[in-house]
């Protein structure tokens, strides 16, 4: 069974920081891109941040959270970190960890953890 458990949210004064994990299990954790997704109340599910498998991964963030957040993963711990700095209300959403799998043939695999609330507010 495979499952993806979120931990780390939380209310937050604007100009804080958080620090998001999200603990695989059940699925070879070292060769899945893992991502982090948030969801604002009336908005569209959007990709965060991201990064790849491998010994050399590869990071890529969306441009609103550049210089601010910070995607690591530890693969003996099987396990995906958000590092939240600078927080803005605009960051207030579920954040979801997402594991990816591009197959070369066939469709790829994804999964979802079922989402920690992050709330920046004064």
């Known amino acids: 069974q ?3 458990v979120e931990s780390g949210g939380g209310l937050v004064q604007p100009g804080g920081s958080l620090r998001l994990s999200c603990v695989v299990s059940g699925i070879i954790f070292s060769i899945y891109d893992m991502g982090w997704y948030r969801q604002a109340p009336g908005k569209q599910r959007e990709l965060v ?3 790849t498998s491998g010994s050399n991964t590869n990071t890529n963030y969306v441009d609103s959270v550049k210089g601010r957040f910070t995607i690591s ?8 970190y958000l590092q939240m700095n600078s927080l803005k209300s605009e960051d207030t959403a579920v954040y979801y960890c997402n ?9 790829p695999i994804d999964y979802w953890g079922q989402g920690t609330q992050v709330t920046v507010s004064s």
């Open 2 to 4: 495979v499952q993806l």
């Open 49 to 51: 941040a991201s990064i």
């Open 73 to 80: 993963r530890d693969n003996a711990k099987k396990t995906v």
């Open 99 to 107: 594991a990816h799998f591009t197959r070369r043939i066939g469709a």
